[in-house]
């Protein structure tokens, strides 16, 4: 079938520059997942400050709410059991609209981070 030199030097290069193409398509699947959880990882970084912060913030702005409600309403412990209460319906209107607000999004994130298209590089 083969009959010269030429025919096996070929295929051994080409069996090479296969074993060679496969290594970097490896290497390039790996910078890839590198790259992807890194960005995943990050913008998880970025909620979980964003929500802790905000949390500190509602807090805090619930004591003055509630301290600034205080004289009108009745006393401290009604103010607190109002902003109590308006926190409450709160939960339950974010858990109401948790597909919306919370699964929709985060899906698309995921969608956009992890969909093959590959958009043009921006250099």
Do not use: W
Request: contains cysteine.
């Amino acid at each position: 079938m083969f009959a010269n030199d030429k025919s096996i030097e070929s295929l051994s290069q080409l069996f090479a520059e296969c074993r060679k193409y496969i290594l970097l398509q490896k290497e390039y699947v790996r910078l890839e997942l590198i790259e992807k959880l890194t960005v995943l990882s990050s913008t998880l970084i970025l909620i979980v400050v964003g929500i802790i912060l905000g949390m500190m913030a509602l807090f805090y702005l619930s004591f003055s709410f509630a301290y600034i409600m205080a004289p009108h309403v009745g006393g401290l412990t009604v103010s607190f059991a109002i902003i109590t209460g308006i926190l409450l319906v709160l939960m339950l209107l974010v858990y109401v609209c948790r597909k919306r607000l919370i699964v929709q999004p985060l899906v698309r994130f995921m969608a956009n981070l992890f969909s093959n298209t590959d958009e043009p590089d921006k250099e």
